[in-house]
């Protein structure tokens, strides 16, 4: 037996009214998405007050966005793998292991550099390329998989480069340093990743991990090819860490074989405060850039306040929660709504 027959047009109504966007384009689930622009707004207000030499000091600005250009580039990989639901723990065995090819191997200069680096590119493709391979055909945990990988290819930097040293080309080296257009950069490539995300953000790719991140069995009915789209985003996030792996020699002018493990959760944290959904389905590159940012101001804060360097992990590891659980939060009203 049916209800009266304005029934149903008054619960959809009342679920308009509950779920409307509060301004066109946005609704209230998209909000943890927009929270880490006011995180940066916060701590860039504060530093300012506090020690404004570290914001509009000589130099502050290329010296802050360097350290921003390598975790950016990672959180953009990393956030494209958290569509599908997956993770990529791999990133820091491959950039470590790119940063000891780099310094020691594949630093000719010249016109044999674009060489070297497009063979560290095709590389991480191939390594990002197993990695989507082994989740999608066996389907074993991603979690389990990178860490494997993260491993092997940790154990391969260490057999290529012991200790730091080596000496990547001088052309990577010039190529990352100075101005263009009196503008660092380390400014212009971070404003080229949110110009390549705003280019890719309405294809169909995205919308094919964002699917499969939702439902994959629902994906899987409406024609995604799940086995080719998860080795794609697997393959992407590795070619971005090995960009980042570039970056980071060039800006030490050394390789580190364990330097790539510090991204691991650094992009995690990165990608979360930007709020993308660690369940899949759900999140943005550009938020998971000014994540990054926001992750790298909280010690700039700390030294403002005069406190060691203890703190910097603390308040990293503070914030991380408030954000995850501000972003449950706002997730589970919307979605009861």
Do not use: C
């Amino acid at each position: 037996m049916t209800g009266p027959p304005w029934a149903d047009s008054a619960i959809t109504l009342r679920t308009l009214r509950r779920t409307r966007p509060l301004f066109r384009g946005f609704t209230r689930a998209d909000l943890p998405l927009y929270l880490p622009y006011g995180y940066v707004l916060a701590l860039g207000l504060a530093i300012y007050f506090l020690q404004s030499r570290l914001i509009n000091g000589p130099g502050a600005l290329d010296a802050r966005f360097a350290l921003i250009v390598p975790l950016a580039l990672v959180a953009f990989g990393q956030t494209l793998v958290m569509f599908t639901r997956g993770i990529d723990l791999s990133i820091g065995g491959l950039i470590s292991m790119a940063s000891a090819l780099l310094a020691t191997h594949l630093n000719a200069g010249g016109g044999l550099m674009i060489l070297d680096l497009l063979a560290i590119l095709a590389l991480a493709v191939l390594v990002g390329a197993l990695n989507g391979a082994l989740i999608a055909y066996t389907r074993l945990q991603p979690f389990i998989v990178t860490l494997a990988t993260w491993s092997i290819w940790g154990g391969v930097a260490f057999a290529i480069l012991e200790v730091e040293g080596g000496a990547p080309a001088p052309g990577l080296i010039s190529a990352v340093q100075g101005n263009i257009a009196g503008v660092p950069k380390s400014v212009w490539a971070v404003l080229l990743l949110f110009a390549v995300w705003r280019w890719l953000r309405p294809t169909r790719f995205i919308t094919d991990l964002t699917a499969i991140g939702s439902d994959e069995g629902r994906a899987r009915l409406m024609g995604v090819h799940i086995v080719r789209r998860k080795i794609q985003a697997y393959a992407l996030s590795s070619a971005l860490a090995a960009l980042a792996a570039m970056w980071v020699t060039a800006q030490t002018a050394a390789g580190a074989p364990n330097g790539g493990d510090q991204f691991i959760l650094s992009s995690i944290a990165a990608v979360v405060l930007g709020g993308t959904s660690i369940f899949g389905g759900k999140g943005s590159v550009a938020s998971s850039i000014v994540g990054a940012i926001t992750f790298l101001m909280i010690p700039d804060l700390v030294f403002a306040l005069n406190l060691t360097s203890f703190w910097s992990i603390f308040f990293q590891g503070l914030i991380l929660i408030v954000a995850v659980t501000l972003n449950s939060m706002i997730q589970t009203r919307a979605g009861r709504r």
